[in-house]
């Protein structure tokens, strides 16, 4: 179902980020979608993996989102399979 689909994204994604990437915009590109399928699959895990590569990109504004996604994960219950 569409819970498998987030989670499978969500862990394709952070692989991808693992590797080498054109760009640190592709990093940046990718943690925010990965970001946003972890969080949809209930994944917390996965989200403050992406959360810390966030926090690694050296933008300010990608570390207040790490912060607001790993509040949100502290907020709320995972989301059931």
Avoid: C, K, M, N
């Amino acid at each position: 179902g569409e819970h498998g689909q987030w989670l499978a994204s969500a862990h394709l994604l952070r692989a991808a980020l693992a590797g080498p990437l054109p760009s640190p915009r592709f990093v940046r590109a990718g943690a925010r979608r990965a970001l946003l399928a972890a969080w949809r699959a209930g994944d917390r895990a996965v989200l403050a993996d992406i959360a810390t590569v966030l926090d690694g990109t050296g933008y300010e504004v990608d570390r207040w989102l790490a912060a607001d996604w790993r509040q949100r994960a502290a907020f709320t219950p995972p989301a059931s399979p």
